[in-house]
Structure formats: C-alpha cells, structure tokens
C-alpha cells in the first residue's frame, strides 16, 4: 500500500513562489511516475505536471509551462513541485497522484493519491 502526503501549500501573494512537496511511502516510489494535479472550486480536477521515475520525462500543462517545475528525490520518496511567478488563477488544492507505469497527464491511469494541499494565490 502506498500513502502520499502533500506539504508546502498556503496563501502567497501574485508573482509569488511556494514549493510544495509529497512524502511517498512504500517501496514502489522509486520506480513509480509522479503527477501533480488541481482542482479549483466549481471545476474539475485537471493535470499540472508528471515526471517519470529517473526524471528523464517530465510533462506540464501550457498554463503552468515556465512557471512551474517538476522534480524528485528518490532517496527520500519525495517529489517536488515549484511554483513561481503564481498567478490567481494558480488558487486550487493540488494533489501529488503515484502511476506504476508511465508518466501521463490523464488522471485515470494515477492509482494512489494523496490528501491535497491548498494554495491561494491573492491578488
């Protein structure tokens, strides 16, 4: 069984930065890709950013492309997601999600999720 718990969201002012991170447990982090995905008050759940599980591949939505970046440490089952340049629109509970096989944008194919973290970003 695999637990993940979000860290690192709160309330940051527009242009503003925060970093959140997910602690994995289990033995299956290492060889697992790793999404990031939100979901705003009112809409859908949507994709931010993946990341495969030696980092080669990593995948973001055009909204948060250059802005947001993806990483991971494999030797403390973590992974990363640093926002930069946040915007109103960024404000959503964002949820880290382990896929046993390759990194994906779709959040069918995501088989353990975490908790969520919030962040607002003000204007």
């Known amino acids: 069984q695999v637990q993940l718990v979000e860290s690192g969201g709160g309330l940051v002012q527009a242009g503003g930065s925060l970093r959140l991170s997910c602690a994995a447990s289990?033995?299956?982090?290492?060889?697992?890709?790793m999404g990031w995905f939100r979901q705003a008050p009112g809409k859908e759940r949507e994709f931010v950013a993946a990341i495969s599980w030696n980092s080669f591949i990593t995948y973001y939505a055009d909204s948060v492309k250059g802005r947001f970046t993806i990483s991971r440490d494999n030797a403390k089952n973590t992974v990363f997601l640093l926002m930069n340049g946040l915007k109103p629109e960024d404000t959503a509970v964002y949820y880290c999600?382990?896929?046993?096989?390759?990194?994906?944008?779709?959040?069918?194919?995501?088989?353990?999720w975490g908790q969520g973290t919030q962040v607002t970003v003000s204007s």
């Open positions: 289990g033995r299956t982090f290492s060889s697992s890709s």
């Open positions: 999600a382990l896929n046993l096989q390759m990194p994906a944008r779709s959040s069918r194919v995501y088989d353990y």
